[in-house]
């Protein structure tokens, strides 16, 4: 539940981001690797979205149809 609550704070709110938010997901157990490759998933991915959403990128029907 650690990880889902950092990586939905860092998407919905990055600028409220502290270093408490890293500690707590050191206390459940991730390694610091661990915690980058959250940070680098989530951020990339929303990363991604705003580039796509920038440049009007519409998704492909099938993607449409199964959303």
């Known amino acids: 539940m650690a990880m889902l609550d950092y990586a939905s704070k860092l998407t919905e709110r990055p600028t409220d981001m502290i270093w408490k938010d890293v500690e707590r997901l ?5 390694t610091d690797r661990g915690i980058l490759d959250i940070n680098q998933i989530v951020s990339y991915f929303a990363y991604v979205n705003r580039v796509a959403d920038g440049l009007g990128v519409e998704l ?3 993607w449409k149809k199964n959303a």
Do not use: I, P, T
Request: aromatic fraction near 24%; proline fraction near 0%.
């Open 26 to 30: 050191r206390d459940v157990g991730y």
């Open 60 to 62: 492909e029907d099938f």
